[in-house]
């Protein structure tokens, strides 16, 4: 079945460097949602995407869709501590169901 | 904002207990989805509705069941809750129709369910 695999599992980053994150699949993807899951929280939606080659800015995060529409990727520029979080991509798959990324677990050293 | 809510932040039941878990949604939202959320396995479907007294199976149903008897709440039941339930229980809804909008989700605070 369809899957969708996220890159790297973990990250740890100082504080100021840049971050990023990445969701890729061998299938041609309809869209892509972006979550963070902040340690004891529950995922917060980001962003969709839907568009090939499509590229969106919240603040200091960058989101993009790839052209062929099989990866995306977040992109955040100078990271602060409340960037912690787990980070995870979705997709629908079939009606009413989605696949999730398993997350980019994000460390930020002050 | 959209606001999902969950009747308990923590529970603790017995191993064969009748568990309720509870969820509601202010936002007039068609869809609500069940899910459990377990280290390594990351988030896995339960069950989800996508109208009142409609449900639909996801991936792992076995031992549980829901209820929709109002658009805005969708309960969760253990029939008899086993320690292997012992996890993080997400609900979620979303807005639209499938394929009227988009798709984003909105989750609430999630339950921790441990059954000793």
């Known amino acids: 079945g369809q899957q969708v695999m996220q890159i790297p599992q973990y990250q740890h980053v100082q504080e100021g460097e840049d971050f990023t994150t990445y969701c890729n699949s061998s299938t041609t993807l309809s869209n892509i949602q972006w979550y963070k899951q902040r340690p004891g929280g529950h995922p917060v939606f980001l962003i969709q995407?839907?568009?090939?080659?499509e590229v969106k800015k919240q603040k200091r995060l960058t989101f993009q869709f790839g052209e062929a529409k099989k990866n995306s990727s977040l992109h955040i520029t100078a990271t602060q501590t409340t960037d912690v979080g787990t980070y995870f991509c979705?997709?629908?798959?079939?009606?009413?169901?989605?696949?999730f990324g398993t997350g980019t677990r994000l460390k930020v050293l002050a | 904002d959209v606001k999902v809510t969950q009747s308990s932040r923590y529970l603790v039941k017995r191993t064969g207990e009748k568990v309720f878990l509870e969820c509601v949604q202010d936002m007039d939202h068609e869809n609500m989805f069940w899910y459990r959320q377990d280290p390594g396995l990351g988030l896995r479907l339960i069950y989800f509705s996508y109208d009142v007294k409609m449900k639909e199976k996801g991936d792992i149903p076995e031992g549980y069941s829901v209820s929709r008897e109002k658009k805005e709440r969708f309960s969760l039941i253990l029939e008899s809750a086993s320690t292997n339930q012992t996890s993080m229980y997400l609900c979620?809804?979303?807005?639209?129709?499938w394929g009227q909008g988009s798709y984003e989700q909105y989750f609430g605070p999630g339950t921790r369910l441990t059954v000793t």
């Open positions: 995407l839907v568009k090939s080659g």
């Open positions: 979705a997709t629908t798959s079939g009606t009413y169901k989605y696949i």
């Open positions: 979620a809804s979303s807005p639209h129709r």
